[in-house]
């Protein structure tokens, strides 16, 4: 909150014993130079904050209320510049209630590896970790939370919300037409319950990052503690725990208050005293918003001078794909346009300094035709053109990555999801309960396809359904040429056997032939440099993309979209808004892009 108010100076007399005005300068000059000696020379601690879900995206921009936050890839940065700063003799990170997927949450445990690869300590803290921050800590040397807190390791949940009688209440209809028995993403608009299709790869999923990203996760961070996958699933059955029992079942390796473990650091260093650098390497950009931030966010953002050396573009693609220039929310949020990416792949692909690009996409979809639009300009790119999966690179998101050379995910990453659908909601039992009357005069059998007020007669249905069916055997056939493209050999009826709208880890995925490498973003670039005929080791210039706009802009465009997710989150407090708003969302969504290739649902591991 940004509050405005006046300085306010109070000016107190005091006795103090008498000495000149000579004497009390030097005694201030000296006691200033000896604690700036002591400051500087005392080893430096590295403080970086992981909180929430940091955003994957080109950076750069402005947001209503100043900087943009500090993207996902800055913060991998600042890990590994401390990884390589001699100054630096320890990391502390301040994991407080982290929402990343598997897939960032991978990408962040490399990044602390390489800290102590380089030979310096890392301390973590947590006020009540949930499994992603208790994951995240306990690569860490040192964990701590405070007496008060708890270790939350429950295992991993997905909830799936059915929506189908709350229609009804608002006497709406779901006209929906599918093609693959696992494209779940209509059943909660269509059934009360899971399809034993739905229940049974939603399953498959949870069971592979629950062996795979927990308790594998847990052995390796810590194999001093010998512990087995059965001594775990057993602790985890036992959970959540306060910070005295996880201390003593030694899932923990500390309790401690902020300042005390922060006063531990130089006696577990084995120094006299260690400062401890906050938001180490944070940019000013990133810095906390104030009223001249806000005022300047109106403004357009200065365009970067672009060097002559050679460079590898990174193009995000983040979000929900739509047609159009997609883009931010008023209040955060973001969505692929295809406008706006088609246009980043040619400037980059025109762009003679840029030798190879690295498309990094963590969207669970949105419309098949934006989708194959920009799935064009990635497949006729003259430049080699490599895929990194985030969280999410599903259904729309995975059609995107067919047309790359090469196409890396994290173990954890969901994807897959080669499947289309078509729907629209009806709204003629709301309007006629309201009182309205909807009357046609039309010239055309199937006139109607586009209305929202009336279901689809059977020509319309026949005609959408044939479509989407098209659309299916293009979106498989792209499938079978991009693998084919990246040496996998697989024919149409093997990838139709892992089609079907079934969604898969990066792990499955890569085991069936889907994507494949396991690897990180930094894993793709110096993939990217190697296509290229760069120095894979050599620090090579990266160049951002799309460009980021500012909210004037954006308002002058009529493109600032307000997300309902991104409201959801200031709305926690109403009871079952985290259900109803995604509804809302995808209601507005549905009179535009009526054919899909988007996820089953907003899937997220809880």
Known sequence: MVRWFLPIVLVALVFTPFTSAEDSKAAAQGEVKKDKKDDKAAPIVAHIKLTGDPEESAGGGESLFGAAPENFKAKLDRLRKAAKDDKVKALYLEIDDLSVGFGKLNELRVAIKEVKAAGKKV???????????????????????????????????AEVTFYKDTLSLLKLEVDVLRVGDFKGAVEPFIRNSLSKENREQIASMLNDNFDSEIVAGMIAARPGKNWTAEQ?????????????????????DCVAYPDEFEASFAKD??????????????????ADMNPLAILSAFGSPK??????????????????????????????????????????????????????????????????????????????????????????????GYYIAMGADRI???????????????????????????????EVVSRGKNSGINSSTFRWTDGE?????????????????????????????????E??????????????AKANG???????????????????????????????????????????????????????????????????????????????????????????WK
């Open 123 to 157: 301390f973590a803290y947590s006020e009540d970790p949930g499994t992603k921050s208790y994951l995240l800590g306990l690569c860490a040397d040192v964990f701590a939370i405070p007496q008060g807190g708890t270790v939350n390791l429950v295992g991993l949940r």
């Open 495 to 508: 990838l139709l056997k892992l089609a079907g709208g079934r969604v898969w880890t990066g792990r499955q």
């Open 232 to 252: 775990i699933a057993h602790l985890i059955d036992d959970g959540p725990f306060t910070a005295k029992k996880a201390l003593g079942l030694g899932l923990i």
């Open 514 to 604: 889907l994507i494949d490498e396991l690897g990180t973003l930094d894993d793709a670039i110096v993939y990217a440099k190697k296509k290229a005929g760069l120095d894979a080791k050599a620090d090579v210039e990266l160049l951002m993309l799309p460009h980021s706009s500012s909210v004037l802009d954006r308002l002058m465009d009529g493109d600032l979209k307000l997300p309902f997710m991104a409201v959801a989150s200031e709305l926690k407090v109403l009871p079952g808004a985290d259900k109803a708003l995604p509804l809302a969302s995808f209601l507005m969504r549905s009179r535009k892009d009526q054919v899909k290739a988007m996820l089953p649902y907003s899937l997220t």
């Open 408 to 438: 890396f995910a994290e173990p954890g990453t969901i994807t897959g999801s080669i499947g289309v659908f078509g729907m629209k909601i009806v709204t003629g039992g709301l309007e006629q309960w309201g009182g309205m009357k909807t």
């Open 461 to 493: 249905r026949k005609a959408m359904q044939e479509t989407i069916e098209e659309i299916y055997g293009t979106f498989t056939d792209k499938a079978v040429a991009g693998r084919t493209k990246a040496g996998v050999k697989i024919t149409k009826e």
């Open 303 to 396: 365009k970067k001078t672009e060097s002559k050396k050679d460079k590898i573009a990174v193009i995000y693609a983040v979000g929900g794909i739509e047609s159009g220039k997609g883009g931010g929310g008023l209040f955060g949020g973001e969505s692929v346009g295809s406008e706006t990416l088609v246009e980043a792949i040619h400037e980059a692909d025109k762009n003679a300094t840029v030798k190879a690009i690295v498309l990094r996409i963590d969207s669970p979809g949105g419309s098949a035709l934006a989708s194959d639009l920009i799935w064009r300009a990635v497949s006729t790119c003259k430049k080699p053109v490599t895929a990194s999966m985030g969280d999410v690179a599903a259904s729309g």
């Open 269 to 286: 260093l084995g120094i006299a005293h260690a400062k401890v650098a906050r938001d180490y390497g944070k940019s000013k950009a990133a």
